[in-house]
């Protein structure tokens, strides 16, 4: 079959503007997101995990309502839409952004991106069986060299890994598997209006984040500081809204490999920013992995569309 940007033979294949517009949402999301890697650190300090994640979602679901309803967007979920809806609330809200705060209980940051980003290898698994895409030389090439710097970037990660650490393991290859699921399942749009359904996967994947923390964190609102208000403002904002409009947005021209590979930015991004945000130094390793890292990428990204 063709090569890994290629849609399946009953897709049009997506117009080349389509794909520079998929490219720029990629971009986004994936900076966006790796900025948040050190700023929620900066949350952490004063709330606890699933209470961050979850009101900062529950605050950006009711802005881009809000902003869906200003354009006269019809806000009602399709009858027949519900299954799938909720479905991908639960993988690529709930277990990404919940499982793999959670597995921090147990693992390192360093460690839980480790596993977290290893989602592109499942979808492009996923959509071979799923879609019929099997993934081409250039897609295979592409994602050896993604992975291979990630391993670079958490290579002392790697070998700190230990059978205690197994729930953390679990919890965090889970939201892997479940996000890689819900972008390869999110090639087919739902019949809503695209900031509709970011907007209700938003809402049903951070209520039981926030209904969890209410039940296990004890969390005290009183607690948080100014620092901490500007960092949950930003995760509100751009990585659980604007992000997720954002990513939506690229997997349907990209193609759930080149998205999903593309995502691979994310934790470089991450670490690179903890230099300004958490005064962390970076090192020869960072470099090198960030070199793999942005090589794969282009492969994917940069690859231009054969004539339909």
Sequence with gaps: MPDIAEAR???????????????????????GWGLNWPIIKLLLRDW?????????????????????????????????????????????????????????????????????YTMPLWATLLAWPLHGVRPGARAILALALCLVGTLVLFSESVTTLSGDKLPGILLSLAAAVL???GTVAAAEALPMPPVVSTAWQVLLGSAPMVALSLAFE?????????????????????????CYLAWFGAVRPLSPTVASTGSLLVPVIGVLASAPILGVALTVQDFVALALTLTGVALVIGRKPKPA
């Design 9 to 31: 033979p009953s897709t049009p294949r997506a117009a080349p503007g389509d794909l520079r517009v998929g490219i720029c949402c990629l971009l986004f999301a994936a900076i």
């Design 48 to 116: 606890p995990p699933l209470f961050s994640r979850g009101t900062a979602g529950l605050f950006a679901a009711a802005a881009l309502f809000a902003y869906a309803a200003g354009r006269r967007d019809r806000l009602a979920v399709p009858a027949g839409a519900w299954p799938k809806l909720i479905g991908l609330s639960l993988t690529n809200v709930f277990a990404f952004m919940g499982f793999s705060v959670i597995a921090l209980k147990w693992l390192t940051p360093g460690e839980g991106a480790l596993l977290v």
């Design 179 to 181: 996000f890689a699921l």
């Design 218 to 242: 004890a969390p005290d609102p009183s607690r948080l500081t100014m620092t901490g208000f500007a960092a949950w403002a930003y995760m509100a904002t751009i990585p659980m809204g604007l």
